[in-house]
């Protein structure tokens, strides 16, 4: 190897240039395993819990529907004279009368007698009257006397896919004397069509409605599906333990080998189950555009390493070159033996001296970072992270002094309104005028925190036996300061705010306390807003209003413990 090739590879320069090469490729290759995997499981629970939600919606509507139905035929079948069941004419009549009054049931009303022999129907239709049906299993119920839900099938009379439904009649003796059957048609208006018409995703996402008893596809978003048996054993694992029982979300391969997302809930009044379903290559294409991205920015930072670093390294070893080069060539003897010049002044001196002035920078920048991690940067209140520490050193006290605490958690009512009709900065501005407010409420010992978008929480602390007296006096004032009007903008706005009050002492854990609050505000938000709700930690209260609210939409739980972890 010759003298200048032996050089370039002992250098420094080129072995940090190689080791800089590794760790780069090394972080774009960590880089794009950690942050797909991160994004496809992070996305997975997210889409899990989307389907979980629209299967829920599905499975609950369906569900209706069926009771409705079923409730309906129930009471025809109590209400029908038994007599009419040995005048024909006179009982096509009756169901003529009570189809017309709710036709609920698209393919009609039919009777059979004890027989199992249709006696008439409404609407006519030809080749009912007169039919055997004993051979259904809706009628063999019904004659058992049962109400019953039948197998959908494609219906004799009606020549399309249908549900039928059964109820006996009973004659005076309570007797079953025949059975009142009501036919809808699946795909008919107000009842399953909405189903059968949905989609999920932009390809082959839908949702599949199955009859673990039957082993049958009941309805689906793929018309070819409908009253299909379902797949054998070992085809889809998902469905096998939906089958078996289990309800939920995950990720499984369809029939077709087709990875997808699905969630499976209960239809309660059939015990049939809502599959509802996206392939994954949707669910998940983030992750793809993800992968795409970081591979050209990987590209990118290698091409951009090989231009600036080597030139970085030069500037950087430029000086210690230069004198390396300098005592080469004294040694040579081309240069006298003389001091090398010196570069920069005392590194030691130098560097304590940075040191300290570093010091005194981290010094600052970390009582700047102390303050950030315990206060809200828009209001300057105290944040999630300082409220729970100061809720527990109020429990702490209480049990001491044998107190009793108070927490306000206050919602805006009215804020997402405002915010979305004059911008985020005007929201911004609206809240630190309601902390203004609030902040003159509150007392010195008292802690007035925000803990979300527009909620905050007021924790009142060294309360006495009459402590529900105060924290609604203090609730009281606090609706009271946000119902003047607030000029944001040269525009006048005005909200209002619900308010959840939990009491409790030193024996009340701060969970316990917290999630009181967080019932309580779900009942003001319930009892109409503008109001407060008291409850005593562990235990049930009456709504307490305190002002009338504004019908601005902030309904839902609000977990607030959850978000002072």
Not at 114 to 131: C, F, I, M, W
Not at 399 to 418: A, E, Q
Request: proline share 4%; net charge neutral; with cysteine.
């Amino acid at each position: 190897m010759s003298p200048r090739i032996r050089r370039i590879t002992d250098s420094i320069f080129t072995r940090l240039m190689l080791l800089g090469f590794c760790l780069v490729v090394l972080g774009i290759v960590l880089r794009h395993h950690a942050l797909t995997d991160f994004l496809r499981k992070d996305l997975a629970a997210v889409v899990e819990s989307q389907q979980l939600a629209l299967a829920s919606y599905v499975a609950r509507d369906v569900d209706d529907k069926i009771v409705q139905r079923q409730t309906l035929l129930e009471r025809l079948a109590v209400a029908m004279p038994p007599e009419l069941l040995e005048q024909p004419e006179n009982l096509r009549t009756w169901l003529s009368k009570h189809y017309e009054y709710q036709p609920l049931f698209s393919a009609g009303l039919f009777v059979v007698d004890a027989r199992g022999v249709a006696l008439a129907d409404y609407p006519v239709l030809n080749g009912r009257v007169g039919a055997n049906y004993s051979d259904r299993d809706y009628i063999a119920a019904g004659l058992a006397g049962k109400s019953y839900v039948g197998r959908p099938v494609i219906g004799r009379a009606a020549k399309e896919p249908v549900l039928p439904i059964s109820a006996p009649l009973r004659d005076h003796k309570g007797e079953v004397r025949g059975v009142l059957s009501g036919i809808s048609a699946l795909a008919e208006p107000g009842f399953l069509n909405s189903l059968l018409q949905s989609r999920i995703g932009e390809t082959t996402g839908g949702f599949l409605l199955i009859s673990s008893r039957d082993q049958l596809f009941v309805a689906s978003s793929w018309p070819e599906m409908v009253l299909k048996p379902t797949p054998a054993p070992g085809v889809n694992l998902l469905h096998d333990r939906a089958m078996a029982g289990y309800r939920g979300a995950g990720i499984t391969v369809n029939a077709g080998g087709v990875e997808e997302v699905a969630a499976v809930v209960t239809v309660p009044s059939t015990n049939w189950f809502v599959v509802a379903r996206v392939p994954s290559s949707e669910a998940f294409a983030t992750v793809a555009r993800t992968q795409s991205f970081l591979v050209r920015g990987g590209l990118l930072t290698l091409l951009l390493f090989a231009i600036l670093v080597p030139l970085g390294l030069y500037l950087v070893f430029r000086h210690l070159r230069q004198a390396a080069e300098h005592a080469d060539r004294m040694t040579l003897g081309e240069l006298p033996l003389e001091p090398l010049p010196q570069y920069r002044h005392d590194e030691v001196g130098h560097l304590i001296a940075a040191f300290n002035r570093l010091l005194a920078k981290l010094n600052q920048n970390q009582a700047e970072l102390a303050r950030m991690a315990h206060h809200d940067t828009l209001t300057g209140l105290p944040n999630r992270v300082l409220l729970s520490d100061r809720l527990q050193q109020v429990l702490a006290q209480a049990r001491r002094k044998k107190t009793s605490v108070g927490l306000l958690f206050m919602d805006l009512d009215g804020f997402k309104d405002i915010n979305d009709s004059f911008g985020h900065e005007a929201g911004d501005e609206l809240l630190r005028q309601v902390t203004g407010r609030l902040s003159g409420i509150v007392r010195g010992a008292d802690t007035l925190a925000r803990v979300g978008g527009d909620e905050f929480v007021l924790l009142l602390s060294d309360l006495g036996d009459n402590a529900a007296d105060v924290a609604g006096i203090v609730s009281s004032k606090c609706i009271h300061a946000l119902k003047a009007p607030f000029v944001i903008s040269a525009n006048e706005c005005s909200i209002g705010v619900s308010i959840g009050i939990a009491i409790g002492d030193g024996n009340s854990s701060a969970d316990e306390l917290l999630l009181t609050a967080d019932h309580a505000m779900y009942d003001a938000k319930k009892a109409g807003r503008g109001c407060s709700v008291i409850r005593q930690a562990g235990a049930t209260a009456a709504p307490a209003p305190a002002a009338a609210g504004d019908n601005s939409d902030a309904g839902g739980m609000h977990g607030l413990r959850d978000r002072l972890k």
